[in-house]
């Protein structure tokens, strides 16, 4: 099977990266052919011109659709996957791949379907669903829900006009999303249950250690944001301050490091490949307080894998993965209190931290596993090429 894979790359390097680049291998590895349609936000990174142009693009960008269109007729994929096509894609990739009755399947994993910044959380931090309904996306603007209004009415007016023209809508034949979690969400706004298809995140290959021993830090892998929950890790560092913490990820533009640093923690910056395992190899436990609707954090799994009790909240995906008491623990989003509690409880016992990752391992090896997704997503790609046959 030939397949087209359209992404619009982040400025920096982030989960959706590592997602989409896992996958592309797993289909490689199975005999498919796979090639690249992409654009990346770095283009216009850093420019005010740039930043203009892209407020045009996201809404719609015919250059791209005439570009595509050579493209598709050259190498005639037989299914196209799609995923962020912001700001520099937008929905006129739907044009040229309807016209040729390809089949589409598109990854979510996020909310950007019916949220503009994609994570149904405000500025302050809150979990927001005010533009699943009423005014929908001008929400955004009315609570300028990037801190720039100049970005957020961008960022609804694509949504807007997305949603308005129904090209993602008549485009896609089936969507994918990570949880049963987030597939209530898009059948709630509309998405027929016969058009979603559940895929988890992607297991890395990790080679086993063969050892039992437990590491000596307490460590947050992810992108370091408001919303990914790194306040309360640093509180939670304030607290417990015997305690070694460390940070591993891109630092979000929107956040600053505070001046008040607690000393026992550490910021590593972008970790990965193989020095991101070793990572979770020293560390005792995995934290990821996210406080918005995570789609499915590859980090856990990661830290599944290498026998890693993982500390993390009760919201959105994450209470599907992390069975309280198992194979982690969950805690109150945004509750720094109860994060330090949980933090500390398993620090004191590493007998119960080994415990809870062996668990954890065979879990993710049961559910998560590359095989066990590859034929989901084989499955997905069957309901695509059925769907789309159908199609006037």
């Known amino acids: 099977m030939k397949v087209l894979y359209i992404h619009n790359e ?3 390097p982030s989960g959706e990266e590592h997602a989409s680049g896992e996958l592309v291998s797993l289909l490689q590895e199975h005999g498919h052919e796979v090639r690249w349609f992409k654009r990346s936000s770095a283009e216009i990174a850093g420019s005010p011109l740039g930043m203009v142009k892209s407020f045009f693009t996201g ?21 196209v996957q799609v995923q962020n096509l912001y700001p520099l894609l937008s929905t006129s990739i739907f044009k040229p791949l309807r016209k040729r009755r390809i089949p589409v399947v598109m990854r979510c994993p996020n909310y950007r379907l019916f949220c503009p910044n994609g994570l149904c959380l405000d500025n ?11 005014f929908k996306e001008w929400w955004c603007v009315w609570k300028n829900c990037e801190n ?44 027929p249950a016969d ?46 301050s015997h305690i070694p913490f460390k940070v591993a990820g891109n ?48 980090v856990i799994v ?20 992390i069975d309280d008491g198992v194979n982690g623990r969950l805690v109150l989003p945004g509750n720094a209190m109860q994060l330090a509690a949980a933090i500390e409880g398993l620090w004191q016992n590493k007998e119960l931290c080994i415990k809870m990752g ?32 159908k199609r006037k």
């Open 10 to 12: 982040y400025a920096r």
């Open 251 to 298: 630092i979000d533009s929107n956040y600053h490091i505070p001046d008040s640093l607690p000393s026992n923690i550490e910021f590593l910056g972008f970790v990965c490949g193989e020095a991101l395992n070793d990572l979770y190899r020293r560390s005792r436990m995995i934290v990821v307080p996210s406080k918005w609707y995570e789609g499915f954090p590859n």
């Open 302 to 321: 990661r830290g599944m894998l290498l026998e890693r009790p993982v500390v993390t909240t009760n919201i959105g995906a994450m209470q599907s993965i």
């Open 148 to 191: 720039s209004y100049f970005k957020s009415i961008g960022y609804a007016a694509r949504n807007g006009f997305a949603r308005i023209s129904g090209n993602i809508r008549k485009g896609v034949d089936c969507f994918i999303v990570q949880s049963e979690f987030q597939k209530r969400k898009f059948m709630a706004q509309g998405i």
């Open 358 to 389: 062996v668990a954890g391992k065979e879990k993710a090896l049961k559910c998560y596993s590359r095989e066990c997704i590859y034929k989901e997503l084989e499955g997905i790609y069957r309901r695509a090429i059925a769907i789309a046959a």
């Open 59 to 79: 809404i719609y960008n015919p250059s791209v659709a005439k570009k595509l269109s050579l493209v598709l007729d050259e190498y005639q994929p037989d299914v």
């Open 195 to 240: 058009r979603i298809g559940i895929l988890p995140g992607i297991s890395p290959v990790i080679q086993p250690t063969g050892t039992k021993e437990v590491g000596e830090a307490v460590t947050f892998v992810g992108r370091v944001s408001a919303e990914k929950g790194i306040n309360e890790f640093v509180e939670a560092a304030k607290r417990l």
């Open 124 to 134: 302050k931090g809150k979990v927001c669903e005010k533009c699943f309904s009423g």
